[in-house]
Structure formats: structure tokens, C-alpha cells
């Protein structure tokens, strides 16, 4: 079956710790993952996706077929980074999978 | 651009009522979906529409029905609102499906509540 699991529902860290939030996928094909970002009352933006390999805003994400995993990292945590991050991933019918979302939450 | 467009942006529903949830996108794009968030859960897709005059079901469609009425709008009904239908809903939509990596863009959600 196809899914998507963020196994922390709340991440705490302080201001200038490095961040990793986890990402595991299942998916029999060849996976599309992204990292969509909602900061708060704002909508929900897509913030990386792996074909792209970039960084946004300090953060990178590398696809680990081997693990299935697709976690988001960021060396320094700032605050403005504070918000609820979702894994998704594209599956052959091009619909997203999401899964249950992260809250980051950087301390001062 | 406004983007995506959702309205309204809060409704109280009693158990019964109608409602339709509306979603407009002005990016030409083709694909339009409806999510509903729920806490712990994510978001879980309802129905989505590839292109338009075609509509599909996702994975939590009961209750729900849709309407692609043109490239721009794609609307959400509940016939018969139950209260395991409060939720936060969210439109979104993306160019054409078959290129790779294009993102889906959301609109800012409807908080529905139902009584």
C-alpha cells in the first residue's frame, strides 16, 4: 500500500540546533516526494521537492531509496522556521499522499 | 493572482443541512483537488478532478459529491452533513498532472463545523 509516515507529531528544538524531521514512504514504483510547509495563518506551500534537489531557505531533503525515507534537514534552526511541515508523495495517478504532519516548533 | 480561491471561510452547519464549499484557481491550471484535514491525520484527499469534465474519487469520498463547472471552479457538496464531516477543507490545484513535479498550489481552507 501506498503511504506516507511522519512519525514525530512534535518536534521542539532551540534557536540554532540542527532539525531533521522524518520522512518514510511506502510506494512500489519509482517515488516524486515533496515537503510542503504551513507557517501559521498562512496557507499550505509546497517548500522543496526531491527531483529539484535544492535548498529552500536553508533546508534539504535527499531521497534514500535504500531506507525509503525523503527527511527534511536543516543545520541551524531559526524561529520564522516554527510551523507544521507535511511529506507527500506523487503516486502514478499523480495525486498526493500526505502524511500526518510534523509540527516544528523552535525555541528562542 | 489571487491563486486559489476558496469560499466561504467559516461555516456552523447543523446535522442534515446542505452545503456547498466553492474553489476557484486563476492559473489556468487543469487539475483541481479537495482535501480535508484532520488532527493527527494530515490531509486526506476527497475528490480531485485531472481535467476538466472529469472527476474522481479519492480516498474519503462518502458523504461528499463534486462539480468541475469549468477550468477555473471545482465545488465540494455535503448533501447531508454529519458531524464527523467537521473539518478543515482545502482546494488545490496544479498544471497538467503528466509533468513531472509540478506542485499543487492551496487556497488558505474552509473550517466547517456541524452541530
Known amino acids: 500500500a501506498q503511504r506516507v509516515t511522519q512519525p514525530e507529531k512534535l518536534l521542539s528544538v532551540f534557536k540554532g540546533a540542527p532539525v531533521e524531521l522524518k520522512c518514510n514512504y511506502s510506494?512500489?514504483?519509482?517515488?516524486?516526494l515533496f515537503w510542503y510547509v504551513q507557517y501559521s495563518r498562512q496557507r499550505l506551500q509546497l517548500l522543496l521537492r526531491h527531483i529539484s534537489r535544492e535548498s529552500i531557505k536553508g533546508f534539504t531533503a535527499d531521497l534514500n531509496k535504500g531506507e525509503t525515507s525523503f527527511h527534511l534537514k536543516k543545520p541551524f534552526a531559526q524561529e520564522e522556521d516554527s510551523a507544521m511541515y507535511y511529506c507527500?508523495?506523487?503516486?502514478?495517478?499523480?495525486?498526493?499522499?500526505f502524511g500526518s504532519g510534523t509540527r516544528l516548533l523552535v525555541r528562542p | 493572482n489571487a491563486g486559489v480561491t476558496q469560499t466561504p471561510k467559516f461555516q456552523v452547519l447543523k446535522t442534515g443541512q446542505s452545503m456547498t464549499l466553492q474553489c476557484a484557481q486563476d492559473m489556468n491550471h487543469n487539475s483541481m483537488y479537495w482535501y480535508r484535514q484532520d488532527p493527527g491525520m494530515g490531509l486526506r484527499l476527497i475528490y480531485y478532478?485531472?481535467?476538466?469534465?472529469?472527476?474522481d474519487k479519492g480516498e474519503v469520498p462518502n458523504g461528499y459529491n463534486v462539480s468541475r463547472l469549468n477550468k477555473r471552479e471545482f465545488s465540494l457538496r455535503l448533501e447531508s452533513a454529519a458531524p464527523s464531516q467537521t473539518s478543515v477543507y482545502f482546494c488545490?490545484?496544479?498544471?497538467?498532472?503528466?509533468?513531472?513535479?509540478?506542485?499543487?498550489?492551496f487556497g488558505d481552507g474552509t473550517r466547517l463545523s456541524i452541530l
Open positions: 510506494y512500489s514504483g519509482s517515488p516524486e
Open positions: 507527500a508523495l506523487r503516486d502514478s495517478s499523480y495525486k498526493l499522499i
Open positions: 478532478s485531472a481535467s476538466e469534465g472529469t472527476t
Open positions: 488545490a490545484s496544479s498544471a497538467r498532472p503528466r509533468q513531472g513535479g509540478q506542485p499543487q498550489h
